[in-house]
């Protein structure tokens, strides 16, 4: 039997040649990186500020170096001007895309209980 893991994946999409991921951005943050998973969305913080595609550039390149893609592999689709987007990964299918968001996710949550401490013995 094997362990549920502590997350869920985001909703995602195939589409030809490519795999859209829902994704909710949280721009004007103090640091970059995957955030988690907020509802169906996955959570990415930028330092960015939303104004003349800043945030979208930043949300790309955050998404390519989390889950290892060239940075032209990745791309906003739709919610151009929202928080709340669809993100296509060129050049991988469904699989690979679930394969590399789990990884990323799960390294995420190791790191959170890795830095947790408890000052207060």
């Known amino acids: 039997m094997t362990a549920e893991p502590p997350y869920t994946l985001p909703s995602i999409r195939g589409c030809a040649g490519e795999v859209l991921v829902k994704v909710r951005a949280q721009p004007g943050a103090t640091r970059e990186g995957l955030v988690g998973v907020y509802g169906d969305a996955l959570k990415v913080a930028v330092s960015a500020s939303p104004?003349?595609?800043?945030?979208?550039?930043?949300?790309?390149?955050?998404?390519?170096?989390?889950?290892?893609?060239?940075?032209?592999?990745?791309?906003?689709?739709?919610?151009?001007?929202?928080?709340?987007?669809?993100v296509a990964l060129c050049g991988l299918?469904?699989?690979?895309?679930?394969?590399?968001?789990s990884q990323a996710l799960s390294n995420l949550a190791r790191n959170r209980r890795g830095t947790c401490s408890d000052d207060r013995t």
């Open 93 to 101: 299918d469904a699989v690979g895309a679930k394969a590399r968001l």
């Open 51 to 86: 104004e003349r595609g800043k945030a979208n550039a930043a949300l790309e390149r955050v998404i390519a170096e989390a889950l290892g893609l060239r940075a032209s592999s990745v791309r906003v689709v739709s919610g151009e001007r929202s928080r709340d987007k669809w």
